[in-house]
């Protein structure tokens, strides 16, 4: 070691976590070397020179607030504050003399009033394991942080690490590292995103999950929800603006881990829609036939499907459904996602083979059918919340050709963006359009309400609704379903998990 100008400068040989033996540094120094207002550590067999900086000003506060408020000692290393203003737990020792099964219960209890769901824990001598699944708020680190305040209250004061795996359907799917320390100091001291760098690192969830293979239970797991849908059409020569509203009622049944059954089904409240023109194109009619599954479907299944999900490995998501995908179209076929860990892009593909529904929108099918995919590049730019999309294949008319989305995501989770799909129909063989174009609108409810939901009103528009360029819906649903916990996602809103 040496001390250059103020700062502490340690090489070392073989920790396993560099952040935590830099902490354990900057406390030392905080107390016993004058002058020194910062810690820099690297280890002698890591070739590429990465260094690890902590600041001893902080561990300094801390025991300077000890001495002036008179804690007693163990106090002041585990940081039991008083009560969050938030109505949060930010940390404490109620819980100290809990073990084994009774502090397990207490957590999952603590973390089920935040309405999180705990799916397996496990408590070892300094570090302590959590599944869970948030269905409740929209952003994952909101439900990070939540979780890491319970875990600050309840938690033995031995354990100085947390280790958060989010699940969605039963499946893991990321992995949040908390040094405990550092996320009170952090608390205490109003402490800014940047700082949360030195407590929390991302991470994919582990392949190998025996303490959640172990305690993951309450199969089969069910779920509904009603709510208000509002369906449109513009710019139809004999009918420039049309809707309808309808209300939907959706439900589900985790079957087990990684498999669910799911169905959404309409039922017409207001429906202005039934009475648009016969249509003339001259490709098939995939979606310009939209005015006759309105006129004899009001009342009918929107969805029926069994999904099987699976991970792989630690980046490589996959999903195989089948059943009634949307509205117009039934059939089978999957999907494959590779998220690399720390990057912002990610790649997938989709395959369907897919038939007509009939324009009642119950259980029969028409004679059309086609194999329809898609080879799909993402980018989350850590720019403004700009996200940009490319998908390039098949579509339902049989068309080749690509798509070119562009949106925008606020902090409110508000997204606005648009999109163009250039096919080899010609214009002419397209229609009035020349092209499938539009705008998307996503809303997050809870943005609107004073509730946490992660539901969201889906307002995308189209100027016409030609047969070309069309995809199917949600053809691409794996990636929305693992935005949540994508590395672009919880950090560009980290500073959630100090203040969810």
């Not at 952040?19 to 890591?46: E, H, M």
């Not at 059309?368 to 700009?386: D, K, R």
Request: with cysteine; proline share 5%.
């Amino acid at each position: 070691y040496e001390i250059d100008g103020h700062t502490l400068a340690i090489n070392v040989e073989g920790p396993a976590d560099m952040k935590s033996q830099c902490r354990i540094f900057a406390q030392i120094a905080s107390t016993s070397i004058s002058g020194v207002t910062s810690v820099a550590v690297t280890d002698l067999n890591d070739q590429r020179g990465n260094v690890t900086l902590c600041n001893v000003e902080d561990y300094s506060r801390l025991a300077e607030l000890a001495v002036r408020d008179n804690w007693p000692l163990d106090k002041a290393e585990s940081n039991d504050a008083a009560p969050d203003p938030t109505g949060l737990p930010v940390g404490g020792s109620a819980t100290a003399g809990l073990t084994g099964a009774a502090l397990n219960d207490k957590i999952r209890q603590d973390a089920s009033a935040q309405r999180l769901e705990v799916d397996g824990i496990s408590t070892g001598t300094n570090t302590i394991v959590v599944y869970f699944e948030n269905d409740k708020y929209f952003f994952e680190t909101d439900a990070v942080g939540r979780l890491a305040r319970v875990l600050l209250a309840d938690a033995p004061p031995n354990v100085e690490i947390f280790r958060l795996i989010s699940l969605y359907r039963g499946v893991p799917t990321r992995q949040t590292k908390i040094l405990r320390s550092d996320l009170e100091r952090i608390l205490s001291y109003n402490g800014s995103a940047a700082e949360l760098d030195s407590a929390v690192s991302l991470s994919p969830a582990p392949i190998d999950n025996p303490i959640l293979d172990a305690q993951q239970q309450n199969y089969p797991r069910f779920g509904w929800s009603v709510f208000p849908r509002l369906a449109r059409s513009f710019f139809d020569p004999k009918a420039p603006a049309r809707f309808g509203i309808f209300g939907d009622a959706d439900g589900y049944v985790d079957v087990w881990p990684g498999f669910t059954l799911e169905g959404l089904a309409d039922l017409a409240i207001y429906n202005g829609l039934a009475g648009t023109a016969v249509s003339n194109s001259v490709l098939p009619h995939v979606r310009s036939d939209f005015g006759e599954y309105y006129k004899h479907g009001a009342y009918g299944l929107s969805s029926l499907t069994a999904t099987w999900r699976a991970r792989p490995t630690g980046e490589v998501f996959t999903e195989v459904k089948a059943g009634y995908l949307e509205d117009m179209f039934a059939g089978v076929g999957g999907q494959i996602l590779w998220r690399p860990e720390g990057q912002r892009w990610a790649i997938g593909a989709d395959a369907y083979q897919v038939w007509q529904r009939g324009f009642d929108r119950l259980l029969d099918l028409r004679s059309y059918n086609v194999v329809t995919g898609h080879v799909n590049i993402y980018y989350e730019s850590p720019w403004y919340g700009l996200s940009f999309a490319v998908h390039g294949g098949r579509y339902l008319a049989g068309d080749w050709g690509g798509t070119i989305e562009i949106s925008r995501r606020f902090d409110t989770g508000v997204e606005i963006g648009a999109f163009a799909t250039f096919t080899n129909v010609p214009f002419s063989k397209f229609g009035e359009g020349s092209f499938d174009k539009g705008i998307i609108i996503r809303i997050p409810l809870e943005w609107m309400l004073p509730i946490y939901t992660q539901s969201e009103a889906k307002m995308d528009f189209r100027p016409l609704s030609r047969d070309g360029g069309q995809r199917l819906d949600n053809d691409d649903s794996l990636y929305d379903e693992t935005r949540r916990t994508s590395y672009g996602e919880m950090y560009g809103h980290f500073s959630d998990i100090a203040s969810p």
